[in-house]
């Protein structure tokens, strides 16, 4: 198994900017699917962005060219840059790897982090 921890977030206006952190304890290159995942109040979790093995990534629409998922396989490290952040992006963020999947809906060797919460403020 694997241990994800989040980090970056916190309080930020509206059109401001945050990079995400997930620190990895096992190799992420050894994981089909790294992706960040949200959470607001009251909602669903949503899929955000995720990036395989292959560097292959997807974005939900709502975050398309305002957000860049990336990952640094030497140090196990994901990132999700977040720029022009709006009040709708206000969530916990979690980090998530998908062992043989595409990291939604979890299935086997599927690991979540804690979360670190983004508020944006108008």
């Known amino acids: 198994q694997v241990q994800l921890v989040e980090s970056g977030g916190g309080l930020v206006q509206a059109g401001g900017s945050l990079r995400l952190s997930c620190a990895a304890s096992?190799?992420?290159?050894?994981?089909?699917?790294m992706g960040w995942y949200r959470q607001a109040p009251g909602k669903q979790r949503e899929l955000v962005a995720t990036?395989?093995?292959?560097?292959?990534?997807t974005y939900a629409d709502s975050v398309k060219r305002r957000f860049t998922i990336s990952r640094d396989n030497a140090k196990n490290m994901v990132y999700l840059q977040m720029y022009s952040l709006k009040p709708e992006d206000t969530a916990v963020y979690y980090c998530?790897?998908?062992?043989?999947?595409?990291?939604?809906?979890?299935?086997?060797?599927?690991?979540w982090g804690q979360g670190t919460q983004v508020t944006v403020s108008s």
């Open positions: 990036i395989t093995s292959g560097g292959i990534t």
């Open positions: 998530n790897a998908d062992k043989y999947g595409s990291g939604w809906p979890p299935r086997r060797e599927n690991y």
């Open positions: 096992g190799r992420i290159s050894s994981f089909n699917t």
